[in-house]
């Protein structure tokens, strides 16, 4: 059996970090293994952007936010990609429609106050000052908007590669098309089995998402965790100056539903997508075909709020999102085996990725994170009470 000091499960966004970090301190003594092949879409990680951003609601996410930025400016200096692309970013909240959906943290207020924490610079906008600096938006009158200059756009395709190519050259070995059917503590150590072949490491790091609790079944761990089929679709405007990055920022819009978007990037068309509320489902069982109901009110929403963002569609994308019932990530190793880590992104984790492959590194090394990663326990009340609720913001 080959033996290694590390092995990482899942080479998607997470786990091609993980493997990055910790190829960059134990070189050959790491290999990663992904069951499909390297760049797959049946994951969460596929496609051309992210949004990254500093605008968070809840604490344990902002404090996070810039060490995340830094962390990608490392990846793009050792590699010389460019990785990140800042467009500026919008909240955009229509306080009518959310009247009585939601309050509390996840509204403008809730934003500005974790800025002002932090120390984050913002500009706080009305309809009418909205429409005056981006025409491109049709407003009701409603609306109130938070901008912030440095949120933009993380190629999550191009990333992902870069930190394979980059773990590759500090030594790791990767292996595509290689399932891993079990990870179960080995005195100190792990076993891993793939079809063809067992192996032995120090510490592993499971990073398998929506495959999380197949993958663990073995080691005495299994999340409520909630996997729904999510999608995006991307519109071919012939407007492009336009929806450009250096004209048009990503934005979220909070209103009867949750929409998110991208100025033209990637394709040669602008993106729209749609936070939570797809249908469940599993990482076998998705079935690859879009929504119509959803694919509707995208086209709804465009034509109403931004009628020269759309044109003829180029293609409606899925993903998966793997969510805990309180849609907060998963990064902790497993109780009473510390020699197994496990990360699980929520649906959110991208703009984060690149700092939580250090953070997993970290973990698997057995250092103090460099992050307090405390609300992301695998012992938290969410993981380990059955009559804990769901509590998805969608």
């Not at 009158?141 to 394979?164: C, F, K, M, P, T």
């Not at 773990?167 to 793939?194: K, M």
């Not at 326990?377 to 009470?385: F, I, K, Q, V």
């Given at each position: 059996?080959?033996?290694?000091?590390?092995?990482?499960?899942?080479?998607?966004?997470?786990?091609?970090?993980?493997?990055?970090?910790?190829?960059?301190?134990?070189?050959?003594?790491?290999?990663?293994?992904?069951?499909?092949?390297?760049?797959?879409?049946?994951?969460?990680?596929?496609?051309?952007?992210?949004?990254?951003r500093l605008a968070q609601?809840?604490?344990?996410?902002?404090?996070?936010?810039?060490?995340?930025?830094?962390?990608?400016?490392?990846?793009?200096?050792?590699?010389?990609?460019?990785?990140?692309?800042?467009?500026?970013?919008?909240?955009?909240e229509d306080r009518e429609?959310?009247?009585?959906?939601?309050?509390?943290?996840?509204?403008?207020?809730?934003?500005?106050?974790?800025?002002?924490?932090?120390?984050?610079?913002?500009?706080?906008?009305?309809?009418?000052?909205?429409?005056?600096?981006?025409?491109?938006?049709?407003?009701?009158?409603?609306?109130?908007?938070?901008?912030?200059?440095?949120?933009?756009?993380?190629?999550?395709?191009?990333?992902?590669?870069?930190?394979?190519?980059?773990?590759?050259?500090?030594?790791?070995?990767?292996?595509?098309?290689?399932?891993?059917?079990?990870?179960?503590?080995?005195?100190?150590?792990?076993?891993?089995?793939?079809?063809?072949?067992?192996?032995?490491?120090?510490?592993?790091?499971?990073?398998?998402?929506?495959?999380?609790?197949?993958?663990?079944?073995?080691?005495?761990?299994?999340?409520?965790?909630?996997?729904?089929?999510?999608?995006?679709?991307?519109?071919?405007?012939?407007?492009?100056?336009?929806?450009?990055?250096?004209?048009?920022?990503?934005?979220?819009?909070?209103?009867?539903?949750?929409?998110?978007?991208?100025?033209?990037?990637?394709?040669?068309?602008?993106?729209?997508?749609?936070?939570?509320?797809?249908?469940?489902?599993?990482?076998?069982?998705?079935?690859?075909?879009?929504?119509?109901?959803?694919?509707?009110?995208?086209?709804?929403?465009?034509?109403?709020?931004?009628?020269?963002?759309?044109?003829?569609?180029?293609?409606?994308?899925?993903?998966?999102?793997?969510?805990?019932?309180?849609?907060?990530?998963?990064?902790?190793?497993?109780?009473?085996?510390?020699?197994?880590?496990?990360?699980?992104?929520?649906?959110?984790?991208?703009?984060?990725?690149?700092?939580?492959?250090?953070?997993?590194?970290?973990?698997?090394?057995?250092?103090?994170?460099?992050?307090?990663?405390?609300?992301?326990?695998?012992?938290?009340?969410?993981?380990?009470?059955?009559?804990?609720?769901?509590?998805?913001?969608?």
């Amino acid at each position: 059996m080959d033996r290694y000091e590390a092995i990482v499960v899942g080479c998607g966004g997470l786990g091609s970090a993980a493997l990055y970090r910790l190829a960059r301190e134990l070189g050959p003594g790491v290999l990663g293994l992904e069951q499909f092949a390297l760049g797959h879409d049946r994951g969460a990680s596929q496609d051309h952007s992210r949004i990254i951003r500093l605008a968070q609601h809840q604490a344990h996410y902002a404090a996070l936010a810039r060490p995340a930025y830094a962390a990608w400016a490392e990846v793009e200096e050792e590699s010389q990609q460019t990785l990140v692309t800042r467009t500026g970013g919008l909240v955009i909240e229509d306080r009518e429609a959310r009247r009585g959906i939601d309050s509390g943290t996840r509204n403008i207020e809730g934003y500005t106050a974790v800025f002002d924490r932090h120390g984050v610079d913002h500009e706080i906008l009305d309809a009418d000052g909205l429409t005056a600096r981006w025409p491109q938006f049709r407003l009701d009158g409603g609306e109130v908007g938070l901008y912030q200059s440095e949120s933009g756009i993380v190629d999550a395709a191009r990333a992902n590669a870069v930190h394979i190519a980059l773990a590759r050259a500090h030594g790791a070995t990767v292996r595509a098309h290689a399932a891993v059917r079990s990870v179960r503590p080995d005195g100190a150590g792990v076993r891993v089995e793939t079809d063809d072949r067992t192996y032995l490491a120090d510490r592993v790091v499971v990073a398998a998402d929506a495959w999380t609790n197949q993958v663990l079944r073995d080691s005495g761990v299994r999340l409520p965790l909630t996997v729904t089929q999510e999608q995006v679709t991307y519109y071919a405007t012939p407007h492009l100056a336009e929806f450009s990055p250096s004209r048009f920022p990503v934005f979220m819009w909070h209103g009867e539903h949750n929409f998110y978007g991208f100025p033209v990037y990637g394709e040669v068309a602008t993106k729209l997508g749609q936070h939570m509320g797809g249908p469940e489902t599993t990482g076998d069982d998705r079935t690859f075909e879009p929504d119509p109901v959803r694919r509707k009110r995208y086209d709804r929403f465009v034509e109403h709020h931004l009628p020269r963002f759309g044109g003829p569609e180029l293609y409606t994308r899925t993903c998966l999102y793997t969510v805990p019932p309180d849609q907060d990530f998963v990064l902790d190793t497993v109780p009473d085996h510390p020699q197994i880590a496990v990360a699980v992104g929520a649906g959110h984790a991208y703009k984060f990725a690149a700092l939580i492959g250090g953070l997993l590194a970290d973990l698997a090394l057995d250092r103090t994170p460099a992050h307090p990663l405390d609300a992301f326990s695998l012992t938290r009340r969410a993981l380990t009470d059955p009559t804990f609720e769901r509590s998805f913001h969608v």
